[in-house]
């Protein structure tokens, strides 16, 4: 089809074509900001830890960029949507509809929760799940006994999903709501990687009963580490902030817990980082949908390259740039990247697929045809916000 070596130093060219000479990662923090102003007043005022000001002032940037009615700060996204899925109420033995293809921590996430992932297929638009292939597996799987659905081969509950927005891609959200509608799940979105995506203007981690970001020193914008929980719901809302605060009840001096809660809560210090982030996300923003315009401008000179774009209606915020080649094989992928590498090129693959690592093995699956292509075919490449 094409010839491999000129392929490979044809693609090499193309990337440092838009990024330069010298070396590349795949995403570095940005740091531009009052990113150390604010980390020196949590020194100089004492407030470090889970208590305050910084905590609640980036609760309330997160709530107004992404016009949610709560939020709740947390160490990571793997335990926000841990929480979450306690929170909402997936009980052990459970199933919990998931993509192969996304982060383990989304799949460990269910396995914290007591609840076992149902490994599901993903398209090729926007590397989320497969919606129609979705409707048409549960039509076949799931049986109804009063107001619930169970899979019918393994008897358990299916009683939740997690759409993920695979690189800020915003997935096929709306046919999956309506399925969960169908077939009575609770969906907790995995926005982790969706911080400044938008479909129909309503930002990714809003369209579920609670939405999962993500502020790790490789996100758009980062805390160092942490995570947060965003939704509309009151009630769930309280309960998320109770149960990350190890369940204490509020009181002057007395240590009274009512659950067996969890410490999850963010620090002041991490929160210190996010709230300089968040003033500059619409800066990062514009750079990285610079930086997707020129990749877009020099691949398609290549009939092999195909780059992601913004799925319909969607505005991505470009977090991960990803192309899409033609007949790769998993053998020539690996010679791409090890090139590339040697090259200080750092390209990534996408995951490899959930269902293959050996601890996931065992769990409920559709045929993963997809997922298996989309894993031979996709490369990540550089996609910094420092580039324009
Ligand atoms: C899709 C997805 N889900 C969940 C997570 C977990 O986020 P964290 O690293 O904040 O725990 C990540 C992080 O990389 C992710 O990419």
Excluded at 133 to 138: N, R, S
Excluded at 254 to 283: P, T, W
Aim: hydrophobic share 40%; net charge positive; aromatic share 10%.
């Amino acid at each position: 089809m094409y010839h491999k070596n000129k392929f490979i130093n044809d693609l090499l060219f193309l990337i440092k074509k838009v990024v330069g000479k010298g070396e590349h990662q795949l995403h570095e923090p940005l740091f531009r900001g009052n990113e150390i102003k604010y980390l020196k007043k949590t020194i100089l005022t004492n407030y470090v830890s889970s208590v305050g000001k910084f905590v609640e002032k980036f609760e309330d940037k997160i709530k107004k960029f992404t016009k949610s009615k709560y939020c709740i700060s947390v160490i990571n996204c793997t335990e926000a949507l841990h929480l979450s899925l306690v929170a909402c109420g997936i009980k052990k033995n459970d199933e919990v509809i998931v993509p192969s293809i996304t982060f383990a921590g989304t799949a460990n996430a269910i396995v914290y929760a007591g609840a076992i992932p149902h490994f599901v297929d993903s398209e090729f638009e926007s590397l989320g799940i497969d919606p129609l292939k979705l409707e048409i597996y549960l039509e076949k799987i799931a049986v109804k006994k009063g107001h619930f659905y169970y899979n019918k081969k393994t008897k358990r509950r299916i009683s939740g999903i997690i759409p993920v927005h695979i690189f800020g891609n915003i997935c096929k959200i709306n046919e999956i709501i309506n399925i969960a509608k169908k077939y009575n799940l609770l969906v907790i979105e995995d926005a982790a990687e969706a911080l400044g995506s938008f479909y129909n203007k309503k930002h990714a981690g809003t369209f579920g009963l609670v939405g999962c970001i993500s502020f790790n020193g490789n996100k758009i914008i980062t805390t160092g580490g942490g995570g947060a929980i965003v939704t509309n719901n009151k009630y769930l809302a309280k309960k998320i902030k109770h149960l990350s605060t190890t369940a204490k009840v509020s009181h002057a001096y007395e240590y009274i817990h009512d659950a067996v809660g969890y410490n999850f809560r963010m620090s002041n210090i991490n929160a210190a980082l996010g709230c300089a982030q968040m003033e500059n996300l619409n800066k990062f923003l514009k750079s990285k949908r610079k930086l997707f315009l020129k990749y877009c401008s020099e691949f398609s000179k290549n009939a092999n390259i195909m780059i992601i774009k913004n799925p319909i209606n969607s505005k991505s915020n470009n977090w991960l740039n990803t192309i899409f080649i033609k007949n790769l094989s998993i053998k020539t992928k690996k010679e791409i990247l090890t090139i590339a590498h040697k090259n200080k090129i750092y390209l990534r693959p996408v995951w490899r697929p959930l269902h293959k690592l050996s601890h996931f093995k065992s769990m409920p699956r559709m045929s993963l045809d997809q997922a298996n292509t989309i894993y031979a075919s996709c490369i990540n490449l550089p996609s910094s916000a420092f580039y324009f």
